[in-house]
């Protein structure tokens, strides 16, 4: 632990509720008075994932997007250093100008809370670490980070990591840190690794397929060599909500999205309609703008955005989800599925802490967790957010006390006694 330097010309009123602090000399000094004075902070960026965990009931707000810009960027490296508060779409633009990209796709929450066109922070999307379609290809986000800095409960300057992705040089804290959802360090710098835009995408899409085929054309797309970078499944009752000028075909969509040059792509394509006997399906080839469309359609949870519906998502073995599936009609959701079967998005009418129980040992039971994304205040105040086991919980209260003793940063957020 270090401290940071005090030099800075600031003038803190800790009378506030609300701190919006510019540099990492005012982070420190409000986590040491509410540490001193043991007054629980609610950390925040642009508060598009505030609603995910339960509501908190804190004395003082750190909210971090003031706290923002790039510090450092080396595209022939394969970096970049943001402040924590630097808006996803700022280190997006950025990338792109030099055919770059976050490769693990942060899910865009804004529709589904109605935020507008904001996606939030890079230090919101780390500490929550959800990610999108090419998670099975390129790992999590969590596999994204190279290092961080930030700031314990106690007010000491935490470090890890570093500019290089390979680092070998004790616990990498990066990976703990992040899905701790603001409970163990107050993030202030965070480096990533970048990878390269492809110049070529396609997507296939095999129409009207039931689910147990469109699994199973996933799984068989993933394990081929043919090297797909995202694997989706849409029911037919989602279909109107893609509209494209080559998507003729009614029914469900079951998705294979291809990446590369654009001869390596053809290639593909053509491997994976012959591999999976595709050639007398109803099939629809979209092009690079199509597929952008698309892939950013299901970055965004489109199909989720259009009521007040309750919304839930659940992880578990490709070999699972379908038995899941069926396990689960009587509760008459909607559901789309990503991660080429690991992944399951569900929706809702109506929600109820009984309810929610059910789902999750039925989920349990085929070896998966799920988290309760989107419900409203009462059923999220008497419910668990999220999923974990005895001895995991135990584990993360001692991690907890090593970090933040008092508990002041967002206690409560995801699990109560954390």
């Keep these: 632990m270090e401290e940071t330097n005090q030099n800075s010309q600031t003038s803190l009123d800790f009378n506030v509720e609300k701190f919006e602090p510019k540099d990492e000399s005012e982070i420190q000094q409000i986590i040491k008075y509410c540490f001193k004075k043991n007054l629980p902070i609610e950390i925040v960026g642009s508060q598009t994932k505030q609603g995910i965990g339960k509501k908190l009931q804190c004395a003082k707000t750190l909210k971090m997007s003031k706290y923002s810009g790039i510090i450092d960027y080396k595209p022939e490296e394969l970096y970049i250093t943001v402040k924590a508060g630097t808006p996803i779409k700022t280190i997006q633009e950025e990338l792109k100008k030099n055919n770059q990209h976050l490769a693990f796709e942060p899910i865009n929450f804004s529709k589904i809370f109605k935020t507008e066109s904001n996606e939030g922070t890079i230090g919101g999307t780390l500490a929550?670490?959800?990610?999108?379609?090419?998670?099975?290809?390129?790992?999590?986000?969590?596999?994204?980070?190279?290092?961080?800095?930030?700031?314990?409960?106690?007010?000491?300057?935490?470090?890890?990591?570093?500019?290089?992705?390979?680092?070998?040089?004790?616990?990498?804290?990066?990976?703990?840190?992040?899905?701790?959802?603001?409970?163990?360090?107050?993030?202030?710098?965070?480096?990533?690794?970048?990878?390269?835009?492809?110049?070529?995408?396609?997507?296939?899409?095999?129409?009207?397929?039931?689910?147990?085929?469109?699994?199973?054309?996933?799984?068989?797309?993933?394990?081929?060599?043919?090297?797909?970078?995202?694997?989706?499944?849409?029911?037919?009752?989602?279909?109107?909500?893609?509209?494209?000028n080559d998507l003729t075909h009614p029914g469900s969509i079951t998705a294979i999205r291809v990446e590369g040059?654009?001869?390596?792509?053809?290639?593909?394509?053509?491997?994976?309609?012959?591999?999976?006997?595709?050639?007398?399906?109803?099939?629809t080839i979209l092009d690079r703008i199509q597929s952008e469309i698309f892939w950013e359609d299901s970055r965004s949870l489109k199909v989720l955005s259009t009521n007040e519906n309750n919304i839930l998502r659940a992880v578990v073995p490709p070999s699972e989800t379908l038995n899941l599936i069926n396990r689960i009609k009587t509760f008459h959701p909607n559901y789309f599925i990503d991660w080429g079967g690991s992944l399951i998005w569900i929706e809702l009418d109506y929600l109820s802490t009984q309810k929610i129980d059910q789902l999750r040992q039925r989920i349990l039971s085929a070896n998966g967790y799920i988290t309760?994304?989107?419900s409203k205040e009462s059923v999220k105040s008497s419910s668990e957010i999220f999923t974990i086991d005895p001895i995991k919980f135990k584990i993360s209260q001692d991690i907890k006390k090593s970090f933040d003793p008092r508990r002041i940063f967002n206690p409560g957020k995801m699990y109560t006694g954390i």
Aim: with cysteine; proline share 3%; glycine share 12%.
């Design 372 to 374: 309760l994304i989107k």
């Design 128 to 244: 929550c670490n959800f990610s999108g379609s090419r998670r099975f290809k390129v790992g999590s986000a969590r596999d994204h980070i190279l290092g961080f800095k930030g700031f314990n409960g106690k007010g000491e300057k935490v470090k890890s990591g570093g500019t290089v992705v390979k680092n070998v040089t004790g616990y990498d804290l990066s990976k703990l840190i992040t899905g701790s959802f603001g409970t163990l360090v107050a993030l202030s710098e965070i480096t990533l690794k970048v990878l390269p835009l492809e110049p070529e995408t396609k997507t296939i899409i095999v129409s009207g397929l039931p689910l147990e085929h469109g699994l199973t054309i996933m799984g068989a797309a993933i394990s081929s060599s043919n090297d797909p970078s995202g694997a989706i499944h849409y029911p037919g009752n989602f279909r109107n909500n893609f509209v494209f």
């Design 261 to 283: 040059t654009k001869i390596s792509v053809e290639q593909r394509i053509e491997n994976l309609k012959q591999d999976l006997s595709l050639k007398d399906k109803k099939l």
